[in-house]
């Protein structure tokens, strides 16, 4: 019987693991943080990658320009 009951509680630990990991990544907007000022070929660049990223992971992304980061 004890037996039993640790299988038991052993299937219910996993299963609990299994659906604490089910959750969507990503669950918030992804931001590609170029640290050169708008407008320049980087973030020309970063834009056009961002876009199609944003087309293949149907989830938004934004281009963060920060001169100096």
Do not use: C
Not at 6 to 12: G, K, N, Q
Not at 34 to 46: E, F, I, Q, T
């Amino acid at each position: 019987m004890r037996r039993l009951w640790l299988t038991f509680v052993a299937v219910m630990i996993g299963a609990g693991a299994v659906h604490a990991q089910s959750q969507v990544y990503p669950n918030r907007t992804i931001r590609i943080v170029v640290p050169y000022a708008p407008g320049g070929g980087v973030s020309l660049l970063a834009q056009i990658v961002g876009t199609k990223m944003s087309e293949l992971m149907k989830h938004p992304i934004v281009v963060d320009n920060r001169p100096g980061a």
